[in-house]
């Protein structure tokens, strides 16, 4: 098949697109349409949150970086921006 043998596809309006992109947020803005909610239960919450507290073992690779290390405001933490690697004092 070729492309002038393809059928034609009505192009969307904008409109329409926006329109769609509203009904979404809002359907998920209100909540109506949430499954229930479910529990998890005791063995996979313990199992979870065994997983979670094992996760500070593992020191964060030192590719990733740190904006606590840093001498210059180049990193890619959040912060004051002073590049002193310490908490702003208020």
Not at 44 to 63: N, V
């Amino acid at each position: 098949m070729y492309a002038q043998d393809a059928p034609a596809v009505p192009a969307i309006a904008p409109s329409e697109i926006g329109h769609a992109t509203k009904a979404w947020l809002h359907l998920q803005g209100n909540n109506v349409a949430a499954a229930p909610v479910q529990p998890m239960l005791g063995e996979e919450a313990g199992i979870a949150y065994q997983r979670y507290m094992e996760s500070f073992k593992s020191k964060i690779p030192d590719l990733y970086g740190s904006a606590l290390n840093q001498s210059s405001g180049s990193g890619s933490g959040g912060g004051s921006g002073s590049g002193s690697g310490q908490p702003p004092s208020n």
